[in-house]
């Protein structure tokens, strides 16, 4: 198994690609502590990696709150004994409005759930990582960061500046046996975060759901959305030794809509 004996924390890890991947990842070996604001959805990916014979602790975190990131942190490592993989997954789309109609607020909101949360959580874990001269962190970015879609510019920069994290965390940590990448996923059209956007988009524009998933399917060389499951084998690659020569990168999974 490629993560035997690892201690993994997945945020957002309740529904979606963070479910698939802590699933994904128990099977693997690993401890998985997985987090989100939902008490009820975390606890039931809990008890679903327990029932296969897994470990696993579902912690309820808000991770724009550096008080509650401390706690999660904290009690996983009570839990398990350390923290070997950080995937910091939790995340929302926040308003589908041109920039001149989006409040500060909302604007601060997403900001803090995807780059903030992923900041406070990279420092509570480095200097155990170092201490030990271990460790992986991959942050879940998006296509967005790379690609141009209007209605949506928090996500997309949110997600652009987790990438500038990856490369920097990435930059300082390579010399002390850490290694920080980032997975760009394009529309993983079966979670709840894309069938609402599809919607709001769908409703904007004037047209069904059908018609605006179709669309943008169509500028993907694969003409098809990715599946939680191939963002989480990806990001189980990423986080173990087989890819140990791998570290400040972003890696698109993406069916074929970006290149660079």
């Known amino acids: 198994m490629l993560l035997t004996e690892k201690v993994a924390v997945i945020t957002g890890g309740g529904r979606g690609i963070g ?101 406070l959580l990279t420092r509570l874990v480095l200097p155990g990582m170092y201490a ?32 500038g994290l990856t490369r920097v965390a990435a930059a300082e940590a390579a010399r002390k046996g850490v290694r920080v990448n980032a997975i760009c996923p394009g529309p993983v059209t079966e979670t709840k975060m894309s069938k609402d956007l599809g919607q709001t988009l769908a409703e904007r524009l004037g047209v069904s759901k059908e018609e605006q998933l179709q669309g943008f399917l169509n500028t993907i060389l694969q003409g098809r959305g990715q599946t939680a499951n191939e963002i989480a084998a990806a990001a189980l690659f990423l986080c173990s030794e087989q890819s140990s020569a791998i570290t400040g990168q972003a890696l698109n999974v993406d069916g074929g809509a970006a290149f660079y």
């Open 19 to 119: 479910r698939a991947m802590a699933l994904k990842f128990a099977r693997e070996g690993a401890a998985v502590v997985v987090a989100a604001r939902t008490k009820s959805e975390i606890e039931a990916v809990a008890e679903e990696v327990r029932k296969t014979g897994g470990r696993a602790a579902a912690i309820p975190a808000d991770v724009a709150d550096e008080k509650q990131c401390e706690r999660l942190i904290a009690e996983a490592a009570s839990k398990f004994g350390r923290v070997d993989i950080l995937v910091n997954n939790a995340g929302e789309y926040g308003p589908v409005k041109p920039v001149e109609e989006i409040s500060p607020a909302e604007w601060d909101r997403v900001i803090a759930v995807h780059l903030r949360g992923a900041y």
């Open 132 to 163: 030990r001269g271990s460790g992986v962190i991959l942050n879940i970015s998006s296509l967005s960061a790379k690609s141009a879609f209007g209605w949506g510019s928090p996500y997309a920069a949110a997600k652009a500046g987790m990438l």
